[in-house]
């Protein structure tokens, strides 16, 4: 499986080459574009990596599936999809037009304005303790206690992310978002998680065994597993969602570092990195990888 998962990342690592850094967030230009690799972590306790995986990259949009386990245990799902759909969008990752349509409720919780109405539901009293209890969970899901925020990646997001302030105020008006510049600063912490690619094979591996960690406890529900991964795979990879679920068939989530979180129920957990992204925000040679080895290893849900 090593020797099979290297050959994968160095048959893809030419295509690295077609993608861009994200820059409009500063710091994430300053990542390695050449970079590649992948972790995977099974039912059967194997782990396997393959490639160059940094100490830390950050969760961008991969920490939405968090935030949402988080606000529906808090508010349960009545609460939450008052506020938020559950139908894919077609639009970019960022868009801000269908807002307008749909009178202030976002499409669903992966999009930026989703995700912005979810971060507004997790309940505490000041940000601090909001973003503690985000990152607990990731810890948990992770097995990892030593996460931690890269406070540059938070601070360079929080300096330049005018169309996320625009999205939220926007909510604001339409009553999907009360306190704005909590849920902003809130959604600019979750964001900068630094985690690697370890950390996110074991977090697919928590969904892939419906909730449980290592020790067979139950770190989120199980409903709540199984309703995250259907998430993934209609909205995980923005409009490139139905592609990747047609080429690759796994539950998976993408963040704009050039990560990837992926989960095969009751197979394994994924964790792919490479900074450089295709123009719907996705790592060019990440994706490339998820639909190789699911293509070798039979890894389609469907
Ligand atoms: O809100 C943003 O724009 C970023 N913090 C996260 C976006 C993201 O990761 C989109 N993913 N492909």
Do not use: W
């Not at 419906?210 to 409009?239: H, S």
């Amino acid at each position: 499986m090593k020797a099979f998962l290297e050959e994968l990342v160095n048959q893809h690592r030419p295509s690295v080459g077609e993608g861009k850094l994200a820059d409009y967030i500063p710091q994430l230009s300053e990542q390695d574009p050449t970079a590649l690799g992948i972790s995977v972590r099974t039912c059967d306790g194997e782990v396997y990596s393959a490639g160059d995986c940094p100490e830390r990259f950050t969760m961008q949009s991969i920490s939405k599936v968090i935030t949402l386990i988080l606000a529906l245990m808090d508010r349960g799902g009545e609460a939450v999809f008052e506020r938020v759909g559950m139908e894919p969008t077609g639009d970019p990752f960022n868009s801000i037009y269908k807002l307008e349509q749909a009178p202030g409720k976002p499409l669903n919780p992966m999009i930026n304005a989703g995700a912005l109405v979810v971060s507004s539901l997790i309940k505490g009293s000041t940000v601090e303790e909001r973003v503690g209890r985000v990152l607990s969970l990731v810890r948990r899901m992770a097995e990892n206690p030593k996460i931690e925020l890269d406070h540059a990646v938070y601070y360079s997001e929080r300096a330049t992310g005018f169309r996320n302030r625009s999205m939220a105020y926007f909510l604001k008006e339409f009553g999907m978002i009360e306190d704005v510049e909590a849920t902003l600063e809130l959604y600019f912490q979750q964001c900068s998680i630094a985690i690697n690619c370890d950390d996110l094979a074991q977090m697919g591996l928590c969904l892939a065994r419906l909730g449980q960690n290592d020790a067979g406890e139950q770190v989120i529900p199980r409903e709540l597993a199984r309703l995250v991964k259907t998430f993934m795979v209609t909205c995980g990879m923005y409009n490139a969602s139905g592609e990747f679920a047609i080429l690759a068939g796994i539950p998976a989530k993408s963040g704009v570092s050039g990560g990837i979180l992926a989960s095969v129920p009751e197979r394994m957990g994924i964790g792919v990195f490479g900074p450089a992204l295709d123009e719907k925000g996705n790592s060019v040679g990440g994706v490339r990888l998820l639909k190789g080895l699911s293509r070798e290893l039979n890894l389609s849900i469907f």
